[in-house]
């Protein structure tokens, strides 16, 4: 019987592993569909700037989470004891691993909002310093519920703020910081003439949808498997994701008047703000998350474009992650309560505070780092620079190769 028993766990650990592994590699392949998302939408003299920063970030996002956030976050130390190198087949390891995909996510979205005119190795510190301390305390808070924050929001309104996977931890705290970038690069050279918008077109429409459907095929790994082990698997979290999807895409293309641009980018909005309540809300309540998400992106990126001069967010990151992640936040409480045919267990003043706190602490860490990395060494390349293009100022090299 010992033997049996012993086999059973074996199995149990082994899956588990091999479970939040599949999750940790579909995260990953995210990465590509940023990237490609950021080349498609970029101009052509700044596409091979755009999959570099991808690369190098998540490179630079992998060590500092394991050596200084991932224990800022859940206390976790890897040099602590040899046990957890192969204890339960890895399973902490892989993890860690599954977590930090998400962690780099933090630099991909930023990515998007300051193309086009950021310096490289300048952005590349400040991203370093935002996932090793900016993102992991508020993923701490959330998650693994440090300094009892978790526990006040429970005695005060009900229930702890619920963010299943990272509506507002990853994507919302994603979207704050970029905000904070954004406002203190300023403008594109050339974005107004004479007082008016000058809209630079997406060069490349394949490579932005080949983006957006990478992003949304991973997205599947990137909620559901946020269970972390098979037990805990939910059909409901995939059907949830998918009909939130369905309704980004739809209100996205009414909106945006069948704009390839809105239509591939309705889907993610959708995506970012059922992450929060996925497991909890009924897929009719689902459908409208994402629908409101697909609309408040096409609304807000179309008056921001036309209206704030000093916010040039290239990708629209900043409604797309950043206010879509505050709303999905906000919608768990809604939605996922039993009147509206959810599970329960949310109260919609938890996840009104629990939104803002993580919005405050992404755009005052935001500011602070950017503004700190700003007066050190600035954050812009030279009028020249620009106009010559990221490709050939930083990499000397041209996506389209000599003509």
Same mark, same amino acid.
């Given at each position: 019987?010992?033997?049996?028993?012993?086999?059973?766990?074996?199995?149990?650990?082994?899956?588990?592993?091999?479970?939040?592994?599949?999750?940790?590699?579909?995260?990953?392949?995210?990465?590509?569909?940023?990237?490609?998302?950021?080349?498609?939408?970029?101009?052509?003299?700044?596409?091979?700037?755009?999959?570099?920063?991808?690369?190098?970030?998540?490179?630079?996002? *992998? @060590? %500092?989470? =394991? +050596?200084?956030?991932?224990?800022? !976050?859940?206390? $976790?130390?890897?040099?602590? /004891?040899?046990? &957890?190198?192969?204890?339960?087949?890895?399973? *902490? @390891? %892989?993890? =860690? +691993?599954?977590?930090?995909?998400? !962690?780099?996510? $933090?630099?991909?979205?930023? /990515?998007?909002? &300051?193309?086009?005119?950021?310096?490289?190795?300048?952005?590349?510190?400040?991203?370093?310093?935002?996932?090793?301390?900016?993102?992991?305390?508020?993923?701490?808070?959330?998650?693994?519920?440090?300094?009892?924050?978790?526990?006040?929001?429970?005695?005060?309104?009900?229930?702890?703020?619920?963010?299943?996977?990272?509506?507002?931890?990853?994507?919302?705290?994603?979207?704050?910081?970029?905000?904070?970038?954004?406002?203190?690069?300023?403008?594109?050279?050339?974005?107004?003439?004479?007082?008016?918008?000058?809209?630079?077109?997406?060069?490349?429409?394949?490579?932005?949808?080949?983006?957006?459907?990478?992003?949304?095929?991973?997205?599947?790994?990137?909620?559901?498997?946020?269970?972390?082990?098979?037990?805990?698997?939910?059909?409901?979290?995939?059907?949830?994701?998918?009909?939130?999807?369905?309704?980004?895409?739809?209100?996205?293309?009414?909106?945006?008047?069948?704009?390839?641009?809105?239509?591939?980018?309705?889907?993610?909005?959708?995506?970012?703000?059922?992450?929060?309540?996925?497991?909890?809300?009924?897929?009719?309540?689902?459908?409208?998350?994402?629908?409101?998400?697909?609309?408040?992106?096409?609304?807000?990126?179309?008056?921001?474009?036309?209206?704030?001069?000093?916010?040039?967010?290239?990708?629209?990151?900043?409604?797309?992650?950043?206010?879509?992640?505050?709303?999905?936040?906000?919608?768990?409480?809604?939605?996922?309560?039993?009147?509206?045919?959810?599970?329960?267990?949310?109260?919609?003043?938890?996840?009104?505070?629990?939104?803002?706190?993580?919005?405050?602490?992404?755009?005052?860490?935001?500011?602070?780092?950017?503004?700190?990395?700003?007066?050190?060494?600035?954050?812009?390349?030279?009028?020249?620079?620009?106009?010559?293009?990221?490709?050939?100022?930083?990499?000397?090299?041209?996506?389209?190769?000599?003509?």
């Amino acid at each position: 019987m010992d033997h049996i028993n012993s086999a059973v766990e074996t199995l149990v650990s082994s899956s588990n592993t091999l479970f939040i592994l599949l999750g940790a590699i579909m995260v990953f392949a995210m990465h590509a569909g940023f990237a490609f998302l950021e080349v498609g939408t970029v101009r052509h003299k700044n596409q091979v700037n755009a999959l570099v920063k991808i690369m190098t970030d998540f490179a630079i996002s *992998a @060590l %500092v989470y =394991f +050596f200084v956030g991932y224990q800022i !976050a859940y206390g $976790i130390n890897f040099f602590d /004891s040899a046990a &957890v190198l192969s204890e339960n087949n890895g399973y *902490a @390891l %892989v993890k =860690f +691993f599954f977590l930090m995909t998400f !962690a780099a996510a $933090i630099p991909a979205i930023i /990515s998007g909002g &300051v193309a086009e005119r950021a310096k490289f190795y300048p952005m590349l510190v400040s991203a370093a310093v935002i996932v090793g301390l900016v993102y992991p305390f508020f993923e701490g808070l959330i998650w693994n519920s440090n300094y009892g924050y978790q526990a006040w929001l429970e005695a005060q309104f009900g229930a702890p703020f619920h963010d299943f996977a990272g509506s507002v931890v990853v994507h919302g705290v994603g979207g704050w910081v970029a905000l904070a970038a954004i406002m203190l690069l300023g403008t594109r050279n050339g974005r107004f003439r004479n007082g008016r918008l000058v809209a630079f077109a997406p060069s490349n429409i394949p490579f932005l949808a080949l983006g957006a459907w990478i992003l949304c095929i991973g997205w599947f790994g990137f909620n559901v498997m946020s269970a972390q082990t098979l037990d805990g698997v939910s059909g409901l979290v995939a059907v949830n994701s998918l009909m939130a999807m369905v309704g980004g895409v739809l209100t996205a293309m009414l909106i945006g008047k069948n704009d390839p641009g809105f239509i591939h980018n309705g889907p993610l909005a959708g995506l970012v703000a059922i992450c929060a309540g996925s497991d909890l809300m009924h897929p009719i309540g689902a459908l409208m998350t994402g629908g409101i998400a697909g609309a408040l992106f096409t609304v807000l990126f179309t008056w921001i474009q036309q209206n704030l001069r000093n916010v040039d967010d290239v990708l629209g990151v900043w409604p797309l992650h950043g206010i879509c992640g505050a709303w999905g936040g906000i919608a768990a409480g809604i939605f996922g309560q039993s009147y509206a045919g959810g599970l329960g267990g949310v109260t919609f003043m938890a996840q009104l505070v629990g939104t803002l706190s993580g919005l405050a602490i992404a755009l005052i860490g935001g500011f602070a780092v950017y503004g700190i990395t700003k007066a050190l060494s600035g954050l812009r390349l030279s009028e020249e620079q620009e106009f010559d293009g990221a490709d050939l100022s930083i990499h000397q090299i041209s996506s389209i190769g000599k003509e």
